[in-house]
């Protein structure tokens, strides 16, 4: 895990790899459930005007998260 950085802190048009997810009981389980898991690929694809809700692609769809929520979502920049 070199140069890890919060979800909450990646820039638009970034692509990531998760390396952890920190959220333990429900919100944990409902970050999972969303997809959100170590080794799967996001872009993030856009923040609202005050900067939450960060919007993500991943797989075949796009997903929003709170700050609250990528606060807990560690993540790598995937070069290339």
């Known amino acids: 895990m070199n140069n890890c950085i919060t979800l909450r802190q990646a ?3 970034q692509k990531l790899r998760i390396c952890s997810v920190g959220a333990q009981g429900e919100l944990g389980r409902r ?3 969303m997809g959100l898991m170590p080794g799967v690929e996001v872009t993030v694809v856009g923040k609202a005007p005050l900067r939450d809700p960060v919007a993500l692609r991943l797989r075949d769809f ?3 998260l709170r700050n ?3 606060d807990h979502i560690v993540v790598e920049l995937v070069e290339g």
Do not use: G
């Open 68 to 70: 609250s929520e990528a």
């Open 11 to 13: 820039q638009v048009n």
């Open 31 to 33: 970050i999972r459930d």
């Open 62 to 64: 796009t997903l929003t």
